[in-house]
């Protein structure tokens, strides 16, 4: 099992930005690709980007320009890196960690756009 801490969290005016981070501990040698999901309220959970052990990225549409996953493997810390936010950028996110024996969530933290 691969326990998950995230942070970062916040509000913030559109066009502005935020960085949220997730730590991870335990079983640390299976995770493969780390990543971020977001759920909006009244909406399904969507893919927002990962990152493979070896850097390849992968990003939704809607964030593509706008945001940046990266990740410290000495810290075993993936970070979002959320640019030029817009209210609909708004959602609790969830960091992902992908193993050989399944995916591991995060409790999620609160990202709101406004003004």
């Known amino acids: 099992q691969v326990q998950l801490v995230e942070s970062g969290g916040g509000l913030v005016q559109p066009g502005g930005s935020l960085r949220l981070s997730c730590a991870a501990s335990?079983?640390?040698?299976?995770?493969?690709?780390m990543g971020w999901y977001r759920q909006a309220p009244g909406k399904q959970r969507e893919f927002v980007a990962s990152?493979?052990?070896?850097?390849?990225?992968t990003y939704a549409e809607s964030v593509k320009g706008r945001f940046t996953i990266s990740r410290d493997n000495a810290k075993n810390t993936v970070y979002l890196q959320n640019t030029s936010l817009r209210p609909e950028d708004t959602a609790v996110y969830y960091c992902a960690v992908w193993t050989f024996n399944g995916v591991n969530w995060g409790q999620g933290t609160q990202v709101t756009v406004s003004s």
């Open positions: 335990g079983s640390i040698s299976t995770i493969y690709a």
């Open positions: 990152i493979t052990t070896g850097g390849t990225t």
